[in-house]
């Protein structure tokens, strides 16, 4: 996978909107789920949200249910992250994954930073 880190992730002040975006290389089957998950300093990786390739399901963390949205390019293997009404508690390094579980992802792109100040 290949994160573009240098599309999305930034500095922002609560309540601005950030656009996350995660290209991924080979081929993607429908079986497949792709997904962000983020992780705070101090705290362990927590999912976030995810998609199932082939039917388009998505799937929400509670906190983030309402003003985050998962989407997918299914043409250019790109899954993105549409995240609306930032809080400083989504400060985290947001990671894309891909796997066979819309909650358990195989393989890792590298990490972004956002962080959302008071």
């Known amino acids: 996978l290949s994160s573009a880190a240098g599309v999305g992730g930034g500095l922002v002040q609560a309540g601005a909107s950030l656009r996350l975006s995660c290209a991924a290389s080979g081929r993607i089957f429908s079986s497949d789920s792709m997904g962000w998950f983020r992780q705070a300093t101090g705290k362990e990786r927590e999912f976030v949200a995810s998609?199932?390739?082939?039917?388009?399901?998505?799937y929400y963390a509670d906190p983030v249910k309402g003003r985050f949205t998962i989407s997918r390019n299914k043409a250019e293997n790109t899954v993105y992250l549409q995240m609306n009404g930032l809080k400083p508690e989504d400060t985290a390094v947001y990671y894309c994954?891909?796997?066979?579980?819309?909650?358990?992802?195989?393989?890792w792109g590298k990490g972004t930073q956002v962080t959302v100040s008071s």
């Open positions: 994954g891909i796997g066979r579980s819309p909650w358990d992802m195989d393989y």
């Open positions: 998609i199932r390739w082939g039917a388009g399901t998505t």
